[in-house]
């Protein structure tokens, strides 16, 4: 069963017109006057939704788009997978909310989410359940490590983005977020985080930083000003700040450091987990195990929200009631993400993500000396064009909007990030098509060079 309201599957964007178009623009200037002056995403996407069916979604003049925002990473299987709702919709009937008593629908899903789990790392883990976001998850983890620790003071890394809330932006890179709020949680040490290259591994001879000898030798110096921390919290792909890829090694030795001196690793898998890279976590593609994982926008699948923690037992130290949330027992996302677990394995939906992943590396090959594009850089499903200056290289904060306008106007919703908001971003359905990553990179393609240097050519792929 399906209850998109779209008239058939669709099979191509379609827009006509300006926009915001006339009732889009109507709803937004009711927007402007009635709502949070904090909004974002109607700001430089100035559209209002109507319906949405997997890949597509329509605007409320008709307009159809490919959506590869995808609610920020949260429709791991598109707009109203009809299985997943299905599901949803058999759930709604029994029971909705639960807290944290023990309910079917959450014994299934905790099931579920553990199977997914490397079975060595799966034996000693547990599970809490959050408030209904990732940052609340990373509040929960953060608090759960001072009190397992007994310590204070955490170590997070530079363009790192972790939430809006208050620990949480503590916590966070963009410095712009947190001047206006005074008082931030003290006792929080950045450190830079390994970029070189792009590309899961430092290019040889190029990359001279050392950021983990960096870390190693700030936590091995008596004189080093930081006390051991309760925790270092690491982000395995930086997805806000610009799907940033760390190098193997790096990964490798700040999981040797923290290990050896019983420091927690959190790994922040909010916008990386359930698939987003091609395994079910991205901690796996490095080859190690964390203290505790942080998992949310997509365990539904479908956008319903709900947030965990899974960590090593012999963290579980924290009184009942040390952290709770009232809608920490959603069951409708708990049903959901069941059905999300199974139609991943059904349908090979891993095994899809790295094929169209390898797919638009091969499509936005044809970026390649394009003086407007700095580094074309993905993993999976999660791709970032970071646009420069031609003349300087200096960050290209405009030109980035423009080509996010111009692929809207043609069809494509895109988001940009990173340092000045210079990254194009896109974050496709795991289950996305062929034929529609092909539309989607050639509306993107074109749309760089439209925005870029006039000189600029595109280069031939594949």
């Known amino acids: 069963?399906?209850?998109?309201?779209?008239?058939?599957?669709?099979?191509?964007?379609?827009?006509?017109?300006?926009?915001?178009?006339?009732r889009s623009a109507e709803l937004l200037a009711r927007q402007e006057r009635r709502e949070s002056n904090a909004r974002t995403y109607p700001r430089h996407l100035p559209i209002a939704l109507a319906d949405g069916d997997g890949s597509f979604v329509r605007d409320v003049d008709g307009n159809l788009f490919i959506d590869f925002l995808g609610g920020a990473g949260v429709l791991s299987l598109g707009h109203n997978h009809p299985d997943v709702v299905e599901a949803v919709m058999?759930?709604?009937?029994?029971?909705?909310?639960?807290?944290?008593?023990?309910?079917?629908?959450?014994?299934?899903?905790?099931?579920?989410?553990?199977?997914?789990?490397?079975?060595?790392?799966?034996?000693?883990?547990?599970?809490?359940?959050?408030?209904?976001?990732?940052?609340?998850?990373?509040?929960?983890?953060?608090?759960?490590?001072?009190?397992?620790?007994?310590?204070?003071?955490?170590?997070?890394?530079?363009?790192?983005?972790?939430g809006?809330?208050?620990?949480?932006?503590?916590?966070?890179?963009?410095?712009?977020?947190?001047?206006?709020?005074?008082?931030?949680?003290?006792?929080?040490?950045?450190?830079?985080?390994?970029?070189?290259?792009?590309?899961?591994?430092?290019?040889?001879?190029?990359?001279?930083?050392?950021?983990?000898?960096?870390?190693?030798?700030?936590?091995?110096?008596?004189?080093?000003?930081?006390?051991?921390?309760?925790?270092?919290?690491?982000?395995?792909?930086?997805?806000e700040g610009g799907v940033v890829i760390p190098g193997r090694d790096f990964v490798r030795r700040v999981r040797s450091l923290t290990r050896s001196l019983g420091i927690p690793l959190?790994?922040?898998?909010?916008?990386?987990?359930?698939g987003r890279?091609?395994?079910?976590?991205?901690?796996?593609?490095?080859?190690?195990?964390?203290?505790?994982?942080?998992?949310?926008?997509?365990?539904?699948?479908?956008?319903?929200?709900?947030?965990?923690?899974l960590y090593d037992a012999a963290l579980d130290t924290w009184a009942p009631g040390a952290h709770i949330g009232t809608f920490r027992g959603n069951q409708l996302a708990f049903a959901a993400g069941v059905e999300a677990i199974r139609v991943i394995r059904r349908d090979a939906v891993l095994a899809n993500v790295r094929r169209r992943g390898e797919q638009i590396a091969d499509r936005l090959a044809a970026l390649s000396g394009c003086p407007g594009v700095r580094e074309v850089r993905g993993l999976g499903l999660m791709w970032g064009i970071e646009m420069a200056e031609p003349d300087g290289g200096r960050p290209a904060t405009a030109m980035a909007a423009a080509v996010q306008s111009h692929a809207l106007r043609h069809g494509l919703i895109v988001e940009r990030g990173g340092r000045e908001d210079t990254v194009v971003r896109i974050l496709p359905p795991l289950d996305v098509t062929a034929e529609v990553v092909d539309m989607a990179c050639a509306i993107l393609v074109e749309a760089v060079f439209a925005c870029s240097a006039p000189s600029c050519t595109p280069a031939r792929s594949g």
């Open 1 to 22: 069963m399906t209850i998109s309201l779209l008239s058939g599957r669709p099979t191509a964007p379609h827009v006509m017109g300006d926009l915001p178009g006339p």
């Open 164 to 239: 809006s809330t208050h620990a949480a932006m503590a916590l966070s890179g963009p410095v712009s977020q947190k001047a206006p709020v005074p008082n931030g949680m003290p006792g929080v040490h950045f450190f830079p985080y390994c970029s070189c290259g792009g590309t899961s591994d430092p290019v040889p001879g190029r990359c001279t930083k050392d950021c983990a000898g960096q870390l190693e030798r700030a936590l091995h110096d008596s004189n080093g000003g930081i006390p051991p921390p309760a925790a270092v919290i690491l982000e395995l792909v930086q997805g």
């Open 90 to 162: 058999r759930q709604l009937r029994s029971l909705t909310h639960g807290l944290d008593f023990p309910t079917p629908a959450k014994d299934a899903f905790t099931e579920a989410q553990l199977s997914m789990i490397p079975p060595e790392l799966r034996a000693r883990l547990k599970m809490h359940f959050c408030g209904p976001t990732g940052a609340n998850a990373v509040e929960a983890a953060v608090k759960l490590c001072k009190i397992a620790t007994g310590r204070g003071d955490v170590i997070s890394f530079q363009g790192a983005f972790h």
């Open 266 to 274: 959190i790994a922040d898998e909010v916008q990386t987990g359930c």
């Open 277 to 309: 890279t091609g395994t079910w976590f991205a901690f796996e593609q490095y080859g190690i195990e964390p203290d505790v994982i942080l998992a949310s926008k997509a365990l539904s699948g479908i956008g319903l929200p709900v947030a965990v923690i």
